[in-house]
T-cell receptor, first 112, second 115 residues
Framework: GESVGLHLPTLSVQEGDNSIINCAYSNSASDYFIWYKQESGKGPQFIID?????DKRQGQRVTVLLNKTVKHLSLQIAATQPGDSAVYFC???????????FGTGTSLTVIP | DSGVTQTPKHLITATGQRVTLRCSPR?????VYWYQQSLDQGLQFLIQYYNGEERAKGNILERFSAQQFPDLHSELNLSSLELGDSALYFC??????????????FGPGTRLTVL
């Protein structure tokens, strides 16, 4: 079955630095990807999404990059803030898929 | 606040027992999804409902069942509970059912502890 995995389970960055969280996916048919942020004690919160016809999408302080050739997804957070400390999940689906598949998550810690 | 509500927030019970988790989707959303999140595990999809009907099943055990009611709220029933069922259970909702790429909005979760 499909699998979505994260390269780094933990990441620590200095406040103000940029963060990069990576994700690999295995289903080449996946054409829609989402990044979620999960703070302690809360449910996953939508951050940004990207479709396979794009290779980059920007939001507020966040950028998602998609490399379909190597089936890799990354989330870049600019000027990381203490409030960015959380677990970040990538999820993938396709227009024919009946479910999203989630990675195990990367724990981001921002050091003041 | 995603607009998805779940109750209870915490649940502690014993092995062999049965519990019911409740979810109310965002206003206007017809699809409800249930997920299980164990320690060190990603979100595992359990089951999906759309407008009262089951649409997709994931890694849901036979001891687990769910339903969606006419008012669109959903309940997840877990029976013959085992220690390994201890986890966070999330409900999510979206406007359209999978297969679609509508964003799923998650509730705050129910933390189930089986002793």
């Amino acid at each position: 079955g499909e699998s979505v995995g994260l390269h780094l389970p933990t990441l620590s960055v200095q406040e103000g630095d940029n963060s990069i969280i990576n994700c690999a996916y295995s289903n080449s048919a996946s054409d829609y990807f989402i990044w979620y942020k999960q703070e302690s004690g809360k449910g996953p919160q939508f951050i940004i999404d990207i479709r396979s016809n794009m290779d980059k999408r920007q939001g507020q302080r966040v950028t998602v990059l998609l490399n379909k050739t190597v089936k890799h997804l990354s989330l870049q957070i600019a000027a990381t803030q203490p409030g960015d400390s959380a677990v970040y999940f990538c999820a993938e689906n396709s227009d024919t898929g009946n479910q999203f598949y989630f990675g195990t998550g990367t724990s981001l810690t921002v050091i003041p | 606040d995603s607009g998805v509500t779940q109750t209870p927030k915490h649940l502690i019970t014993a092995t062999g027992q049965r519990v019911t988790l409740r979810c109310s989707p965002r206003s206007g959303d017809l699809s409800v999804y249930w997920y299980q999140q164990s320690l060190d595990q990603g979100l595992q999809f359990l089951i999906q409902y759309y407008n009262g009907e089951e649409r997709a099943k994931g890694n849901i055990l036979e001891r687990f069942s769910a339903q969606q009611f006419p008012d669109l709220h959903s309940e997840l029933n877990l029976s013959s509970l085992e220690l390994g069922d201890s986890a966070l259970y999330f409900c999510a909702s979206s406007a359209r059912p999978a297969p679609s790429t509508d964003t799923q909005y998650f509730g705050p979760g129910t933390r189930l502890t089986v002793l």
